[in-house]
């Protein structure tokens, strides 16, 4: 299904989307029903109808509520980042532990 003219106006690309073919029988549904006049103002409706979202808001260093007892990624990385910040963490390779690589 294409979709490039809005109720004849022409957008500079193509946007080509592409639907189950259950939703396209919806859309020629609602087209032979004579309510709308393109395939463009179907989707712009049923768009149009969706609920808009709750935004997500940030609240002392997280997103959105937390399920009770669940921690945040700041809280099960915050060991590790006391022992990086006190040098008892390090990432370099250990050497004695290398593996041979035959090429």
Excluded: C
């Amino acid at each position: 299904m294409k979709v490039d003219r809005p109720w004849g106006r022409r957008y500079s690309r193509l946007v080509i989307i592409e639907l189950k073919p259950e939703d396209e029988k919806l859309v020629q549904e609602k087209l032979r029903s004579g309510a709308f006049r393109s395939v463009e103002e179907v989707i712009h409706r049923a768009l149009v109808a969706l609920p808009t979202p709750e935004p997500v808001t940030l609240q002392s260093g997280s997103r959105g509520k937390r399920q009770p007892g669940k921690k945040s990624l700041v809280e099960v990385f915050a060991p590790l980042r006391e022992m990086l910040q006190e040098g008892e963490l390090h990432f370099g390779r250990n050497s004695s532990h290398g593996r041979s690589v035959d090429l």
